[in-house]
């Protein structure tokens, strides 16, 4: 078990990300069919689209959800991997969690089966809904808290069902647009979930600074805890889809005068505003795996002037230590067995500074593919536009330096090194970053045109900004592991800008009539995505671990 | 629709890589009986963690970690707090490390050690 036990648990934030996500998109598609498009005042076929869209999520969640059980009970079953025995399979079947998981994967499967036979039997549609926000709940913070668990469980149920109202509608409304035809329809429709859509986000908001308040408890453990810092990047990421939420308000207002055009803008908006809602939703999933900050003690959390300290500019050294002056490398089980319970050991002066290193060359790179990025919007400097080849040399760069005891540099081998959740994840990322790199130099230099194809830079961008927001160092000290989330968080942050920013420019229509009317929000797009990239790269340059 | 399922998989697998593995963080060792790298008189010694939330009292567990490098279970006793694990055990002078995998109630599994001594 002590080969899989950290890829295990990756894998589980992973999987609890993809719940959630498909959670808010099943819930969300139930009230619309409930209040958007009810059958009374909406197209046959809207709700039949919105049906056969959410019933596929259903389908997911109910998947993910049962691979979450297997997970959960494999890890259970196979003891801690340090030699003390697991669960019987009669335990793990019996837990608590195990029957929440469970209720939710039948309620989410009944919930695809109901939607297969069309918008009929709403009551029935309604229990699986809340069956599903029910069990999720239980899984939640809420249900293993000391104190105060009732108004907990009610703030969290809120706040899922919120976020599933406001983004996964969305999705959902988006779907019953694209299957309409009657124009007015098709208006009262955006404006039904208009008014839902700021309900939801009041709900959404109250219930969030209710919970913030009860899991957070104090200004500095709202900066300076990775629990804080995620809060913060969700208040940002919030902020930017109601930015958006503010426009498609109106642009519905428009829908009634000259429905087609604008509803494409609308659409486009909507993209975006939905893209924001799911990142904040992976960022919610990594909040699931991180200590509450009322819990951190005192003398774990950063204050704001160490923060300001940290964060100052220093100019990089650009020097790394010689591979032969690391500590030496512990055998790989050993390493695993230590790392799982501790966290791993805790960075000495010459890890720092390979890891600075490391950060700070990454990060002249990625400057230097904004900065031609940039170039490249100006007349005449074609050239320039060939900024994502940089990327090949920064995964060359993660190939060859992210991990320095195992292969290439180190003694550990190619593919036992994988049992390292940190090494797989490098690793990946190379990989990524290659195909992304690849993609989006071919479609900057007009090789590829295919409407989808386009879009795997940006998503790529948002999501792995998005996912940022989760990742560890595993340093084993939890001061200096939220030093590196404070630099890694508006990475991600600004990742995430970046990438949905290129997506409305990309997405944007470009057969619009009236170009002189292009969106300044879309103007502006097109110019700060390149600016987040060398954001980026300016941060990696600052990096410290010292 | 090849394309379109590629470029699924291909979103999928980056969430994998950008996920991290910091699921072992969620429950935090509030208090503990040994403390971290703390001395205690043998051989009878109680094991008692504190944790600041539920947790599995049948299906988390303990083991020890011997100053010859064996890994020997303990036994959990009935929990007299929701959020508390404990045991029993006698141990000879020498260094151990206590090892725990706590099962929280929402479903999160954690693991943690105490590093201790036994004069």
Partial sequence: MIWLIQDFDLLSVLLRALALSFEAVAVGGVLVLLVVA?????????????????????????????????????????????????????????????????????????LYFLLRRGPGQLWAVCLTGVAIVASS?????????????????????????????????????????????????????AQRFSTMAMVSVAVLVAAGIGMAKLYVGSWSGMYGTSYGVVILAKTYLLLLA?????????????????????????????????GLGFTALLAAASLTSQPPAIDVGQQDILSAHEIAQRMSWKWPRLQTPRHADLPPTAPLKEHLEDSSFSG????????????????????????????????????GQGWARNWPLLFLGLAIF???????????????????????????EHRLFAALITCFAIFEWAVETGRLKDGKAVLVFPALCAVGGALLLTHSHGTGDLRDELYAELSHTPIALLGATAGWGRWLELRWPQS?????RRSTIVRMASWIWPVCLMLVGLILLDYRES | MIKRNLLGAFLVVTCLVSVSQLAFAHAVLVSSTPK????????????????????????????????????????????????????????????????????????????????????
């Fill in chain 2, 36 to 119: 971290i790298h703390g001395i205690l008189h043998g051989p009878t010694i109680d094991v008692d963690l504190q944790f600041n939330s539920r947790v599995d009292g049948t299906r988390s567990s303990l083991s020890l970690v011997t100053p010859g490098g064996a890994v020997q279970p303990l036994t959990l006793e009935k929990q007299t707090a929701p959020n508390e694990l404990g045991a029993h055990t006698k141990l000879n002078p020498g260094k151990y490390t206590l090892r725990w995998t706590a099962l929280a109630t929402d479903g999160h599994i954690t693991r943690g050690e105490v590093p201790f001594t036994v004069d």
């Fill in chain 1, 137 to 189: 709940t239980a899984l939640s913070h809420a249900a293993s808290r000391m104190d105060g668990r009732p108004l907990l469980l009610l703030l969290t149920a809120s706040h899922h069902l919120g976020a599933a109202a406001w983004i996964g509608g969305m999705a959902s409304l988006l779907v019953a647009i694209r299957a309409s035809k009657d124009a007015r329809k098709i208006h009262a429709m």
């Fill in chain 1, 38 to 110: 009810p059958a009374r005042l909406a197209e046959a076929a809207a709700r039949n689209g919105v049906c056969r869209f959410v019933a596929r999520f259903s389908l997911a969640l109910a998947i993910v959800q049962l691979l979450t059980a297997a997970e959960s009970a494999l890890t259970l079953m196979g003891g801690d991997g340090s030699g003390t025995p697991g669960l019987g399979l009669r335990e793990v079947l019996s837990a608590s969690f195990f029957r929440a998981d469970f209720i939710l994967a039948v309620a989410a499967l009944a």
């Fill in chain 1, 242 to 274: 109601l930015t958006l939420g503010a426009s498609n308000f109106w642009l519905v207002r428009e829908t009634r005068s000259e429905a087609v055009p604008v509803l494409r803008r609308l659409r486009r908006f909507s993209e975006i505003e939905i």
């Fill in chain 1, 512 to 516: 619009d009539a009236h170009p002189e």
């Fill in chain 1, 398 to 424: 993660i190939v060859l330096r992210a991990d320095p005891d195992a292969w290439p540099l180190g003694p550990r081998p190619f593919w036992g090194s994988f049992a390292e959740a940190e090494v797989l």
């Fill in chain 1, 344 to 379: 791993g050991a805790p960075n000495d002066a010459m890890n720092q500074r390979w890891s600075e290193y490391n950060h700070q060359w990454s990060g002249l790179i990625v400057l230097a593919a904004g900065l031609l990025a940039l170039v490249s919007r100006f007349k």
